[in-house]
T-cell receptor, first 114, second 108 residues
Framework: NAGVMQNPRHLVRRRGQEARLRCSPM?????VYWYRQLPEEGLKFMVY????????ESGMPKERFSAEFPKEGPSILRIQQVVRGDSAAYFC????????????FGPGTRLTVT | AQRVTQPEKLLSVFKGAPVELKCNYS??????LFWYVQYSRQRLQLLLR??SRESIKGFTADLNKGETSFHLKKPFAQEEDSAMYYC??????????FGAGTRLFVKA
């Protein structure tokens, strides 16, 4: 079991471009969480998804950000028209069920907006 | 407001010395507290949770509701304990709030 996979590990985008971050959960896990870590800050919850459903997106900015977790394939965090303030590390975690402390983390994607 | 505070960004101790990483939380409900650790070039992983009252790699943490604290302690630090440590608050269900983290550096 390779664990939670995220790609790309590093992503550079110019202002105004789109960023797509992918997360493949651990085998058998159907719950996915996305977190953002800004420089010098802790991890901040963004969104919680189950297969084909967004359960809680209360931590996600209302504009430009969206997330999905289709029936087949990885979860995608999409940021449209990126701005410099979007530069951060984005972590994905997965769990077998909805108990928060059973989350397994991926290595993260570091997004740099130039 | 739900918040986790780790006042120290960096903690440096000598090998064999006691170590305490501080964590304070703010939450009006019944909290679930955890410590996560990230070793160099490795993923964030759960170290321990207050509900299980366990000791992992010599680390313990006691939930003090009166002081709203969940400090992580180890009596004798080892070089391999050098890592980034995050205190986290579970607010019921899936939402976990993380502190900013403390980098522990254990000197030989």
């Amino acid at each position: 079991n390779a664990g939670v996979m995220q790609n790309p590990r590093h992503l550079v985008r110019r202002r105004g471009q789109e960023a797509r971050l992918r997360c493949s959960p651990m085998k058998g896990h159907s719950h996915v969480y996305w977190y953002r870590q800004l420089p010098e800050e802790g991890l901040k919850f963004m969104v919680y998804l189950q297969k084909e459903n967004i359960i809680d997106e209360s931590g996600m900015p209302k504009e430009r950000f969206s997330a999905e977790f289709p029936k087949e394939g990885p979860s995608i965090l999409r940021i449209q028209q990126v701005v410099r303030g979007d530069s951060a590390a984005y972590f994905c975690a997965s769990s077998l069920d909805s108990l928060s402390y059973e989350q397994y983390f991926g290595p993260g994607t570091r997004l740099t907006v130039t | 407001a739900q918040r986790v505070t780790q006042p120290e960004k960096l903690l440096s101790v000598f090998k064999g010395a006691p170590v305490e990483l501080k964590c304070n939380y703010s939450y009006s409900g019944s909290p679930e507290l955890f410590w996560y650790v990230q070793y160099s070039r490795q993923r964030l992983q759960l170290l321990l949770r207050h509900i299980s009252r366990e000791s992992i790699k010599g680390f313990t943490a006691d939930l003090n509701k009166g002081e709203t604290s969940f400090h992580l302690k180890k009596p004798f630090a080892q070089e391999e304990d050098s890592a980034m440590y995050y205190c986290a608050l579970g607010t019921g269900g899936f939402k976990t709030i993380f502190g900013a983290g403390t980098r522990l550096f254990v000197k030989a």
